[in-house]
């Protein structure tokens, strides 16, 4: 459901800030104000699924994915419905477009975005309102002098951390009353409202929830009144599970050695933010009141100046890249104006896209983790062949600022105040200047190179992204692509990045496992050799700094084994044996003041050899070392 974790990278916007401009008037650059642009006619039916069969065959078996639903509008119709591979793949039941429902993720909040908007042209919300003027069951405490509205929530804007616990749960059993859920997992404020997006769950739950409580009735009665009925979308519904009324729903699977297996069906918390199944027959007359000024066959949902409103960009972090419409945001590419929303869950990874100025969309899902990569090659291919090739920039004489734009950037997309940080582990992009072009290392991921084509602007060589560095006091202080506009990145200091981290943690780790061995082993040995147990106090020394070693290595291996075996049940909730693990540094934080004490003792009467107490200083800045690794993840007590 995250939505944004993986958007398509197509976000270049030529011109630079002239085509930005172009995007945020709502028209492609070149026309003139005032004037409506000409349609482009839309792709040739035939051509268009020759095309999608050849390029769905190709996709599905090069990611292992079990099947897919697509559909295309263009020209005020449908031209295009189609379902590949299997929704069963034991029973080798095919997808059928117009039957099959799929879990559409974040694709969802759209209808949440659009049930917004009805309410501003009814005149019974107001984008400018303090949310809590809306809510009586949920209340966002007040910060940075400034409220939160429901204009900051549809561009993702409103300032909250990020929270992971709550968005899924493990069964039916476990939904809540969104009300509540909004109040226990409500996420701290950790900016102002407005200054930098970073993409929120929560905040688009919370903006169907005063939908839902502005009409006096629950989120998923309220879309199917306003939104499903009106478009005739009888093969849609927020319910979890699929209610039994719906035939065909495609099941999500896995690819496991040589074959599909089913997996569970996905439980999302917070319905508005991503509970949708819906056919892709159904999403096309979404699409298709979205792009006609939001009527379809007489039926309308909202009005065609709403509908320009709701498409037009509300926040960027800079004009030169894409931004944020109302729900929407935007993935243009040289010049042409792409507005659209991806989702994902563990198992469904679908796009909606629309081309405006074109009368063009286009809608696909896939029931498999393979779906994420196979999305982003397919609609890169769909792109490419209707809206043309991006342009590579031209060649230049190099980065103007050397090294100072060199160091690791983290999505501010994280938690900041709980436990769940330790997610943002590892995820930070890596900055370089190599060979006259900037270079960005991607988690897990290939290395990218950057053309500079202003200063602190640059374009990725084959012309498919832009990224902008943001310049403060200090120097650098973010980054910004294109291809991710629903967040930004943040420079760490030298202390948090991944290395000095990873650093501080392998070495704590090595000379925890010197004194928790090798000290028991010289107790052992001199227990087998018969000679005494030595001094009292130097014995204790020994003890306290080997307690707190051994319970610091006691929680690795206990965090580490719920990292390595199961990560999805710190996302689902708090587990029991997670509250009694987060025990274990605070007793080892006791222990190390006990070790501190006797470091000093050891250096004024000389418990032991200058080498051995080397060690044992050794192994008390150690753990001050690890308990500051702690305290920054958050993993120091309970912040839960």
Known sequence: MTGATDPTRRAVLKGAGAAAAGALAGRPVGAQEGQEPALAPAPDPGDLETFVDGAMETNLAAHDVAGATVSVVGGGELLLAKGYGYADAEREEPVHAEETLFRIGSVSKLFGWTGVMQGVERGELDLSTDVNEYLEDVTIPEAYGEPITLD????????????????????????????????????????PPGELASYSNYGAALAGHVVARRAGTTFGEYVRENLFEPLGMERSTFAQPVPDGFESVSKGYRYREGEFREGEFEYVGVPPAGSMSASATDMARFMLAHLNGGAIEGERILGPETVEAMHQRRFAHDERVNGICYGFYELGRDGERVIGHGGDTELFHSQLLLVPERDLGLFVSYNSPGGAAAREEFVDAFLDRYLGDPEPPAPTDGVTRGEELSGSYRPIRMPYTTYEKVGAFGQALDVRVEDGALVTAIPGGGVERWVEVEPLVFRREDGGDTLVLREGEGGITHLFLGSVPVFAFERLEWYETTTTQAAAIGLSALVFLSAAVGWSTLGLWRRARGRPPGEERPRIARWSAGLASALFLGFLAGFGWFLLTDPTRLILGTPTALLALLVLPVLAGVATLGTLAFCALAWRDRYWGVPSRLHYTLVALSSLLFLAVLRYWNLLGFAL
């Open 152 to 191: 900051h929530l549809g561009t993702h804007t409103p300032g909250f951390e990020e929270r992971y616990r709550g968005t899924f749960v493990e069964s039916a059993e476990d939904l809540r009353p969104l009300g509540e859920v909004l109040t226990e997992e409500r996420p701290a404020r950790v900016r």
